[in-house]
């Protein structure tokens, strides 16, 4: 009686929807009542699909792009951040705001500055005698710009991540290796990161499962666009079933990022249970 409620929950928005997804992905629909049964066809049309491909690549760039820029930021800042510096906690907020702002919200606001004809940022680039740049028009610079601006909101969650894990290292082996000598490079490499290494991987793990599940700032930012730029694979699926209709094959294709998802929350299971036996 007292677990009911959340399994009901569950039930209704978790479990139900996977087995609708696993229906609706043996058949050729526009909407989520019935349609015809195709079996495996919408799975063997992923095998064909160009588009899909373009997805599968720009999700790895997005991704290759968000994840240890963002990271070695992070780990940058939570260094600098784990001294005695004056507006200490003020600085650390600030790093952090844009990781809780809402991601439609971020990407309104960086549309504009970002605008090809009177963003912020290209009145910048004006005032200084340079051209102005498609910042969200181009094919060349559109998946960028997205990077740049994923990077800035996630950066203070990175850093949060790491400011706790740098706070846990033992003082007693920094004062050691400075006695014997060690400058604050080699104190860093020899002690800092090999301990920072759990850290590092859960942190790792989460990164790429948040890169993989962007979508409103992209949404709201391009589009997908211009053309096929900057269209990741959830994009691609959103495309699939409510702009082209074709319910059975998103759902073939979510059940394609699923499966993604699902190694790499198996491998941050793993991660979190070997940091909890180091630690």
Do not use: K
Not at 84 to 112: E, Q
Not at 157 to 176: D, H, K, N, R
Not at 199 to 212: A, E, R, Y
Request: glycine share 8%.
């Amino acid at each position: 009686m007292f677990i009911a409620p959340a399994a009901v929950l569950f039930l209704t928005f978790a479990l139900l929807p996977i087995i609708i997804a696993v229906t609706l992905s043996f058949q050729e629909t526009t909407a989520l009542g019935g349609g015809d049964w195709v079996g495996l066809d919408n799975y063997a049309t992923m095998t064909q699909d160009r588009l899909l491909m373009t997805a599968l690549t720009n999700t790895l760039v997005f991704t290759v792009g968000t994840v240890p820029t963002s990271m070695g930021i992070g780990l940058a800042l939570a260094v600098a951040l784990n001294r005695n510096l004056p507006g200490r906690s003020i600085l650390r907020a600030a790093f952090f705001v844009p990781m809780v702002a809402a991601g439609v919200v971020v990407g309104v606001v960086m549309s504009w500055i970002f605008h090809g004809d009177y963003g912020v940022v290209n009145n910048v680039l004006a005032a200084l005698g340079v051209d102005r740049a498609p910042w969200l028009t181009s094919p060349q610079l559109a998946m960028f710009t997205l990077i740049a601006v994923v990077v800035w909101t996630r950066i203070g969650f990175c850093m949060v991540i790491y400011l706790g894990a740098l706070q846990s290292v033992p003082t007693e082996l920094q004062e050691a290796a400075t006695v014997d000598g060690a400058s604050a490079w080699t104190r860093f490499r020899s002690i800092t990161w090999p301990l920072l290494g759990p850290t590092t991987w859960i942190l790792l793990i989460l990164n790429v499962v948040f890169s993989i599940q962007a979508f409103d700032v992209i949404y709201v930012m391009t589009g997908g666009g211009p053309g096929f730029s900057t269209t990741v694979l959830i994009q691609y699926i959103f495309r699939s079933a409510f702009a082209d209709a074709r319910m059975g094959y998103a759902a073939a294709l979510g059940l394609l990022l699923v499966a993604i998802l699902l190694v790499f929350t198996v491998l941050r299971q793993r991660a979190a249970r070997r940091a909890e036996e180091i630690a």
